[in-house]
């Protein structure tokens, strides 16, 4: 059974950071791209940051320069760090993965975390 198990979010002052990891368990299978989404009280789930396994990136505006996104692939691990947190970043952080299966061929699974709660006070 593959789990994606995340960890790092908390309470942390305006200008603060915080790390955020997400490690994929299990067996029998392979990863492609991983990335963090987060969804905000009332709005949408939001893509923050993007990884393909070859180490391409890419973020979204509000969190560009601030943020970086990187993972270890012998650890099946991504992370997230997040420099200069302004209350606005405040949400459920979501990790996300796109995994293969050796038994079901080339197609792509997404997977998701059970999310972790960043909040950033004023």
């Known amino acids: 059974q593959v789990q994606l198990v995340e960890s790092g979010g908390g309470l942390v002052q305006a200008g603060g950071s915080l790390k955020l990891s997400c490690a994929a368990s299990?067996?029998?299978?392979?990863?492609?791209?991983m990335g963090w989404y987060r969804q905000a009280p009332g709005k949408q789930r939001e893509l923050v940051a993007i990884i393909t396994n070859g180490g391409n990136t890419a973020y979204a505006d509000p969190v560009k320069d601030r943020f970086t996104i990187s993972r270890d692939n012998a650890k099946n691990t991504v992370y997230l760090q997040m420099n200069s947190l302004k209350p606005e970043d405040t949400a459920v952080y979501y990790c996300n993965a796109d995994l293969r299966f050796a038994a079901l061929g080339s197609n792509e699974y997404p997977y998701w975390g059970q999310g972790t709660q960043v909040t950033v006070s004023s």
């Open positions: 299990g067996t029998g299978f392979s990863i492609n791209s």
